[in-house]
T-cell receptor, first 114, second 115 residues
Framework: DTGVSQDPRHKITKRGQNVTFRCDPISEHNRLYWYRQTLGQGPEFLTYFQNEAQLEKSRLLSDRFSAERPKGSFSTLEIQRTEQGDSAMYLC????????????FGPGTRLTVT | AQKITQTQPGMFVQEKEAVTLDCTYDTSDQSYGLFWYKQPSSGEMIFLIYQGSYDEQNATEGRYSLNFQKARKSANLVISASQLGDSAMYFCAMRASSGSEKLVFGKGTKLTVNP
């Protein structure tokens, strides 16, 4: 049973560039989540998919951020025109529909904007 | 809106002793779930234990137990017989059942287990 995987693990980019991250959830999980974690803080929710439908978005997800899950399997998170404030760990999680629905997290993508 | 408060930025414990990590929450929902996650220095969030708001008994998972006091809105994590590998950040989180699937996390507590 493979866990949640994320690619790349680390990304360094210059301000103003676009970046895209990928998340592959646990295969039987139909729910997928993106969170952002800055230094010294807990993760903050960004968005949530059930299958291919994006059902919830945080106000943190500005118009420079877009997420997709085209076939209900993997997901991508794109940040356009990156800013230094976007530097953070981007975490992906997945879950199945159970009474607990605990979220299983991937290793994260650490983004550094210079 | 939901809020999680973890008032202990750092905690120290001797190996083999028990330690309690505090968590209080705020919500107007009647139905909600409380979670604890461990985050080692590698960065991955590891699920530890879950407590539902209607569960009458405190949750236990191996060396982890959750001291749930609903009236006080607290959900403290107790780790028994601490091991060196328990050194990590610990996050308390809540999911309200009011149509949202998101988890709201606290700021975390850094636990250091001393030999």
């Amino acid at each position: 049973d493979t866990g949640v995987s994320q690619d790349p693990r680390h990304k360094i980019t210059k301000r103003g560039q676009n970046v895209t991250f990928r998340c592959d959830p646990i295969s039987e999980h139909n729910r997928l989540y993106w969170y952002r974690q800055t230094l010294g803080q807990g993760p903050e929710f960004l968005t949530y998919f059930q299958n291919e439908a994006q059902l919830e978005k945080s106000r943190l997800l500005s118009d420079r951020f877009s997420a997709e899950r085209p076939k209900g399997s993997f997901s991508t998170l794109e940040i356009q025109r990156t800013e230094q404030g976007d530097s953070a760990m981007y975490l992906c999680a997945s879950s199945s529909r159970t009474s607990v629905s605990q979220q299983y997290f991937g290793p994260g993508t650490r983004l550094t904007v210079t | 809106a939901q809020k999680i408060t973890q008032t202990q930025p750092g905690m120290f414990v001797q190996e083999k002793e028990a330690v309690t990590l505090d968590c209080t929450y705020d919500t107007s929902d009647q139905s909600y779930g409380l979670f604890w996650y461990k985050q080692p220095s590698s960065g991955e969030m590891i699920f530890l234990i879950y407590q539902g708001s209607y569960d009458e008994q405190n949750a236990t998972e191996g060396r982890y137990s959750l001291n749930f006091q609903k009236a006080r809105k607290s959900a403290n994590l107790v780790i028994s017989a601490s091991q060196l590998g328990d050194s990590a950040m610990y996050f308390c989180a809540m999911r309200a059942s009011s149509g949202s699937e998101k988890l709201v996390f606290g700021k975390g507590t850094k636990l250091t287990v001393n030999p």
